[in-house]
């Protein structure tokens, strides 16, 4: 069992994934804070992501098993 | 509004202004919901204002005071006037620009906070032109606080540009306002300030009515400088004498100027600056009185001379220029020599032995004459002891900028000086030099305009010549009353030419001669480059041969000003805004609108010029500006060289090279590299590295302070430079392209070159890293919505600045066309960063993949107990710090 502020080795990783795969994908909606950069720039659109501002705590190996678990 | 206005009430020591600005920013992020618990220590209360200067429009939209509240926050970060509490202010700026009160008070608002920011974070002249703006007369509802604190700014801008007749001039504007308003810690405060004017002019009867009045009643957190200043006065008014060593740390609860500091105890005089305020504070007080001045040797003197002369303080240069005569006569006679005449023409004069001729030949003189325009009309005007206030200032920064270049003044006629380079002694000024400076002193020039005209006094505008030639220098008249001067056709060439720039789309003229007949160089240094070359062909002058001269105007020739990536603009009488705003209508032209079809705002301005000329028409040239988003990109630089080129009379518009120059950026903006194999000779190639190169230097040369607030001047700036060298190929070699143009002239812009050669190693390198790989990656067909996988490249932390062109157009890639996925890995000790991304022309996407990151990264944070900031809340996320998914579009580009 995981708690608290324990996350170290496989078990941990694969909790973790576990997790990630039960989460439904949300229905976002776009802000309105820049209504910029819509239709004309559509070929653009979700051609890249970027980590948070302050920096993320998911590891390079966790991305890209994100990345394959996508659809 | 005048009613809300309480901010300064128990705000009149550091500690108090401090507690009141937590104590407003806890309150307005109270009423917003978005304020973190448990605030107690100094740190947590400065991560609260952190917060408020990260808040947008979105965050505050539901206030029903954003703007009221917003206001008295800034006029308590400007009252605190460190650097931080600047910035700070800068960026609740521009959030305040968004909320529309009535009668769109908030403009003018956003406009002052802006400026008076910009002053304390040591750009005054941008500062100048908003704080102006926001007290123009349409300014009428500016509450008195915020007017007050505007001409307060203007007078600490105006010191710190070293001119003290018009910081006087605000002075007395920001006394009157405060009186008129009735705020009583502002009047006291520009009585301090009178005293300290007073008293470096040497004024001692003034200084004594002004420090009686100061002294009748003295608030506590004031008695410290009230002390300092009663002291210096009582120096001035007897004889007695300061010493150095007395004068301790001058404590004032809030600063009396802006953006400098105006006494700097401790500091010995070989280290100070010697061109700052500080320093005329510490010799004046030091040296009030002709007693102190008396102790001093005569070397010193005369240096205390010169800088009170500098600083235009005529009553104390007469006083030391008396004690220096007593003391030694013909070093008094040379320092009024040099006054009269100039540096190089005394020292010539002087030198000059008994066996050389009266009159020598100088073969590469180079010659300029400055006019200025309308001064008839002025002189008509206005009576002629108002002429002299008038254009005096003009002269001086004419003649202290051109010193810099050896140039000396030979002439005053009314209206016009002529300057000489290369001529009084053996020194050769570069013409790269004469230019650089001739360039400054405009730039100068424009803006003492632009305050001018705020206190009434005429849009002074000039012309310049600049000939090369024989002259003789020699003195015209007998011995016994003779003139020393020069001789020559290039004299009249210069003020010819001159006369041509009337009709020309640059202020300043210069004839092929200068460049020894040949093709213009310049670029080959580039750094020294601060303006537009033109070549205006041959020109008929009159009474003589044909001349072929070149057109230069300053690369920042009008007003310019940057505001956030996405900033939402609103129609602003003689503001352009490009590449930002987000609208399309006159003044505001941005492309980044659903209905807007053109790929760069280049084009849609080539397509529509009216958006610009429309509404800059019948406004005079000091009072245009334009408005850039932040990190000016080629897009941004393009459309304001093509607005520059609009803006010339239109025979000199050059409809082929502008049409190729948008269709090429409208690519680059798309994100489309044409030729990318030609990087090192192309303008995008070129442009970026020449940039961020500039960015660079400068920031290594002013490390700390300031610097990153001026660092879009110089991305700008260099950029702009790139595309006028470019332009200028195209105009000699019309069938080049601008993916290659710079192999027309490969000495220019050599260091560039090398660095996209040695990126291009770079990136080779970094493909050879071990933790490089390739990547078998999923990716959404845009279309269909069906996933497929492709070859991609996983890199991490890359050395390379072009590796997504590279990778994008890599040859061994599978397939051979470059990797159409791109995962970079930025982490660093202190913090993760991943940034994901697919070819725009793929017909690829990566929707659905940040979403699913983004709820990972919540998952792990929840099991880690390491939540991230809720508010303000950055949708369509539930937090402040998402995941960004790729909605946008600019990140791709970078």
């Known amino acids: ?71 | 509004m005048t009613a809300l206005c309480t901010a300064y009430e128990g705000a009149g020591t550091e500690e108090e202004i401090r507690e009141k600005l937590y104590e407003r920013t806890r309150e307005l992020l109270s009423d917003i919901s978005a304020l973190p618990k448990n605030i107690s220590t100094s740190d947590q209360k400065e991560n609260l204002l952190d917060a408020l200067a990260d808040l947008n429009y979105s965050d505050l939209r539901h206030h029903p005071h954003p703007v009221i509240r917003l206001s008295d926050i800034c006029r308590l970060l400007i009252r605190k006037g460190d650097l931080l509490s600047f910035r700070r202010c800068f960026r609740i700026s521009h959030t305040i620009y968004r909320f529309k009160c009535r009668q769109n008070e908030s403009w003018y608002v956003s406009h002052l906070y802006k400026g008076i920011s910009q002053i304390g974070m040591k750009l005054p002249d941008t500062g100048i032109s908003n704080v102006l703006f926001s007290l123009s007369d349409n300014a009428r509802v500016i509450c008195p606080e915020d007017r007050n604190l505007g001409y307060w700014a203007i007078m600490s801008a105006a010191v710190a540009n070293r001119n003290l007749k018009m910081a006087l001039e605000f002075a007395h504007r920001w006394q009157q306002t405060a009186q008129q308003a009735g705020l009583a810690e502002e009047i006291f405060r520009s009585q301090l300030i009178f005293q300290i004017f007073h008293l470096l002019y040497g004024d001692r009867e003034k200084s004594r009515k002004q420090i009686k009045e100061i002294m009748q009643a003295v608030p506590e957190a004031w008695q410290g400088v009230c002390g300092f200043l009663g002291e210096w006065t009582q120096a001035l008014c007897s004889k007695t004498c300061l010493s150095p060593d007395t004068a301790g740390a001058v404590s004032e609860p809030y600063p009396l100027f802006t953006g400098f500091e105006w006494f700097r105890p401790g500091t010995a005089e070989k280290d100070q600056r010697r061109d700052d305020f500080a320093f005329l504070c510490k010799l004046r007080r030091n040296y009030c009185n002709r007693e102190s001045i008396r102790g001093l040797p005569a070397a010193e003197i005369e240096c205390c001379a010169a800088y009170m002369a500098l600083w235009e303080l005529p009553g104390p240069l007469h006083e030391f220029e008396q004690i220096l005569k007593d003391r030694d006569a013909g070093t008094f006679h040379r320092f009024s020599m040099t006054r009269l005449l100039g540096k190089y023409r005394t020292s010539a004069a002087i030198q000059k032995a008994l066996t050389e001729p009266h009159v020598k030949r100088k073969e590469d003189a180079v010659l300029l004459t400055m006019d200025i325009r309308k001064f008839s009309g002025m002189c008509e005007e206005y009576p002629p002891e108002k002429i002299f206030e008038i254009i005096n200032p003009l002269f001086k920064i004419m003649n202290e900028e051109m010193e810099k270049a050896q140039g000396t003044i030979i002439e005053f006629g009314g209206d016009c000086i002529i300057l000489a380079f290369n001529t009084f002694d053996r020194s050769q000024t570069p013409i790269s030099d004469i230019i650089y400076h001739t360039v400054r002193s405009i730039r100068k020039l424009r803006l003492h305009s632009a305050l001018s005209l705020r206190i009434g006094l005429p849009e002074l505008k000039t012309g310049v010549g600049i000939a090369k030639g024989s002259v003789a220098v020699g003195y015209v008249g007998g011995l016994s009353r003779c003139h020393m001067t020069l001789i020559g056709n290039a004299i009249n060439l210069s003020t010819r030419i001159e006369s041509e720039s009337k009709d020309s789309p640059s202020e300043i003229l210069i004839s092929r001669a200068c460049f020894d007949d040949r093709e213009p160089d310049v670029w080959t240094e580039a750094e020294k480059v601060n303006y537009f070359l033109r070549d205006l062909g041959f020109r008929e002058i009159k009474n003589m041969q044909a001349v072929h001269v070149y057109g230069i105007s300053p690369l920042l020739r009008y007003r310019i000003d940057f505001v956030p990536m996405g900033f939402v603009a609103e129609k602003e009488e003689g503001v352009v805004y490009i590449d930002t705003g987000n609208a399309i209508c006159p003044g505001v032209i941005d492309h980044h609108r659903a209905e807007q079809e053109k790929g760069s705002a280049c084009a849609l301005l080539l397509e529509k010029p009216e958006l610009l000329l429309d509404h800059i028409r019948d406004i005079p040239e000091a009072q245009i500006e334009f408005r850039l988003h932040s990190d000016p990109d080629t897009d941004c630089a393009a459309t304001l060289y093509l607005a520059f080129e609009l803006m010339a009379p239109e025979k000199y518009f050059r409809r082929q090279i502008m049409e190729k120059l948008a269709e090429y950026i409208s690519r680059i903006d798309q994100g489309q590299i044409p030729e990318p194999e030609n990087l090192e000779w192309s303008l995008y190639g070129i442009f970026m590295v020449h940039r961020n190169r500039m960015k660079k230097k400068w920031m290594e040369r002013k490390k700390g302070g300031t610097a990153a607030e001026k660092a879009d001047f110089i991305l700008l700036e260099s950029g702009l430079r790139v595309i006028d060298a470019a332009v200028c190929i195209m105009e000699h070699e019309p069938a080049a392209e601008f993916s290659s143009l710079f192999r027309h002239r490969p000495g220019w812009f050599c260091r560039e070159r090398e660095i996209i050669a040695e990126d291009r190693l770079l990136y080779e390198t970094d493909l050879s890293h071990p933790r490089c790989r390739e990547y078998t990656a999923p990716v959404r067909m845009k279309k269909s919505g069906e996933f497929k996988h492709v070859r991609g490249l996983w890199l991490e932390n890359p050395q390379s600045a072009f590796f997504k062109l590279w990778a994008r157009n890599e040859p061994g890639a599978p397939g051979g066309r470059g990797y159409r996925f791109l995962a970079v890995d930025w982490s660093a000790a202190d913090k993760k960063r991943f940034v994901i991304s697919v070819d725009p022309e793929s017909g690829t996407d990566l929707k659905g993949l940040g979403p699913l990151l983004e709820a990972g990264e919540k998952i792990k944070r929840e099991m880690l107990g390491r939540p991230r900031p809720r508010h303000p809340v950055r949708p369509p996320s539930d937090n402040s710090d998402p995941w960004y998914f790729g909605q946008g579009h600019h990140y791709t580009l970078n």
């Open chain 1, 1 to 71: 069992m995981i708690s608290g502020r324990k996350y170290q080795g496989l078990s941990s990783f694969r909790l973790f994934t576990r997790r990630v795969k039960s989460v439904k994908q949300a229905k976002f909606r776009l802000p309105d804070i820049q209504p910029v950069y819509l239709k004309k720039t559509a070929q653009f659109r979700y051609t890249i992501i970027d980590a948070p501002r302050e920096g993320s705590i998911l590891s390079a190996e966790e991305v890209r098993e994100m990345h394959k678990m996508w659809k």
